[in-house]
């Protein structure tokens, strides 16, 4: 069964500064990893996808990277601003069948950048 | 406007009724899903379809019921066997259903129940 965790659950940081959010998953076995943005209350907003194949990707201040062999993923966020205050939430999606093939939820980063 | 819409925003149900969550999108996906968010947890899978006339059962299918007679179109009944069903309900959609490594899911705003 396929894991996914999100350490730390919380995170405050000021204006300006650069952060790393972290995603671990037991089975290196997947399809590809997304990355969402929720802000309260709201449905998710895509972030970045990374194929399996592929070992970064990038969007603006978001660079996601993927190491597949230890099962991480990390999402780097240039000059943080308040506007990108929201839960972070990362999803694998595993070769598999069945439901098994489909996302895995981490539980999510609450990031609060602070002005 | 291409997306995902989902109706009620606010849904309040009261014990041992039926009550049925709208999912339409307009982007063409085959695929569609439901999930279910707790406070502070990721989403868990309650059923998906990846095409029409056919749906499977996920991670917490117990309690709901789904129907997909248009590919449009993935409406979501949670019924008075669900014991816990206050939650944020979210529905999503992806081109492929899971087959690629290219598929990607887009959700809709959400419907949060409250049972009262």
């Known amino acids: 069964k396929q894991e996914v965790t999100q350490i730390p659950a919380a995170l405050s940081v000021p204006e300006g500064e650069n952060l790393v959010l972290n995603c671990s998953f037991t089975?290196?076995?997947?399809?590809?990893l997304q990355w969402f943005r929720q802000d309260p209350g709201k449905g998710l907003t895509s972030l970045l996808l990374i194929q399996s194949s592929q070992r970064e990707q990038t969007s603006g201040r978001l660079n996601a990277s993927l190491d597949k062999s230890s099962g991480r993923s990390t999402l780097y966020i240039a000059a943080s601003q308040p506007g990108d205050s929201a839960t972070y939430l990362c999803a694998v999606r595993r070769i598999s069948s069945g439901s098994a093939r489909q996302l895995t939820f981490g539980s999510g980063t609450q990031l609060t950048v602070l002005p | 406007d291409g997306g995902i819409t989902q109706s009620p925003k606010y849904l309040f149900r009261k014990e041992g009724q039926n009550v049925t969550l709208s999912c339409e999108q307009n982007?063409?996906?085959?695929?569609m899903y439901w999930y279910r968010q707790d406070p502070g947890q990721g989403l868990r899978l309650i059923y998906y379809s990846q095409i029409v006339n056919d749906f499977q059962k996920g991670d917490i299918a117990e309690g709901y019921s789904v129907s997909r007679e248009k590919k449009e179109s993935f409406p979501l009944t949670v019924t008075s066997a669900q014991k816990n069903p206050t939650a944020f309900y979210l529905c999503a959609s992806s081109i492929l259903g899971g087959f690629s490594i290219f598929d990607e899911q887009f959700f809709g705003p959400g419907t949060r129940l409250t049972v009262l």
């Open positions: 089975d290196s076995a997947i399809y590809n």
């Open positions: 982007l063409n996906h085959d695929a």
